[in-house]
């Protein structure tokens, strides 16, 4: 793939998080998107990576997320929509489970890691018994690699109108990249006035074409089925 390809691909992956912690930001207010970083230097297994930073990363340790089920949630969705939208959309044509996996040259390897930590983590601080352990794991899989995903393949306008933004801000990313001349050494971010009126676009999109509803509806049986098998009150 050329440089133009890549930055998509990094761009569907980040977007596909950046999605999710719109919906994050707007229920936690306590926490915020500081940037979205696209760079082309220290990345393993690529050569254009990325990332949504979101801070306080006080708020977003392992120990403070699992006290609060609607964040669990979130994060439950967020870390496997980078692979999720990359694997429908970007040019590499990635097949999700080969993305969001534990293979050490898995693009989303980190990704994976940190959601069955969170689903360890949430089971370790509270006392959960087998039946639950095993209902919980099935029923989470079900949730978020079955239903959400078979939700957002059913969501092909939101998925074009996403697409055009995708393919806009990868030619600028492309033409800043050429005019700064650093090819070794290049980074592109996401902040400020620039990602407030992308955000702001990004939202209004999402509730178009339904993808709020669905991820609302996800977030819903997610912090149900925490409350049912790991959380009893």
């Avoid at 609060?68 to 439950?76: E, I, N, R």
């Avoid at 940190?114 to 601080?125: A, P």
């Avoid at 090819?183 to 990004?202: M, Q, T």
Wanted: glycine share 4%; proline share 2%.
């Amino acid at each position: 793939m050329d440089d133009l390809e890549e930055i998509q691909c990094i761009l569907w992956h980040e977007f596909g998080h950046f999605l999710i912690d719109l919906h994050l930001i707007e229920v936690h207010t306590e926490i915020s998107i500081n940037e979205i970083l696209i760079r082309n230097y220290e990345c393993e297994n690529v050569n254009w990576c990325g990332w949504v930073d979101l801070i306080p990363k006080a708020n977003l340790k392992y120990e403070e997320v699992i006290k609060d089920l609607s964040l669990t949630a979130f994060k439950f969705i967020s870390l496997p929509s980078g692979c999720l939208f990359q694997s429908k959309n970007a040019p590499d044509k990635i097949d999700f489970n080969v993305c969001f996996a534990f293979k050490r040259k898995a693009i989303g390897k980190g990704d994976y890691d940190k959601f069955w930590e969170l689903e360890f983590q949430l089971r370790k601080n509270n006392e959960v018994d087998d039946n639950d352990k095993k209902a919980f794991f099935e029923s989470l899989n079900t949730i978020v690699f079955e239903k959400y995903i078979n939700e957002v393949e059913k969501l092909n306008e939101f998925q074009k109108g996403l697409k055009i933004i995708i393919d806009r801000e990868s030619t600028i990313i492309l033409a800043d990249y050429i005019n700064k001349k650093t090819p070794e050494n290049y980074s592109f971010r996401f902040e400020g006035e620039y990602l407030d009126n992308l955000s702001a676009e990004l939202t209004a999109l999402m509730s178009k074409y339904n993808f709020s509803d669905v991820i609302k509806n996800i977030h819903s049986a997610i912090t149900n089925l925490i409350s049912k098998h790991i959380i009893k009150k």
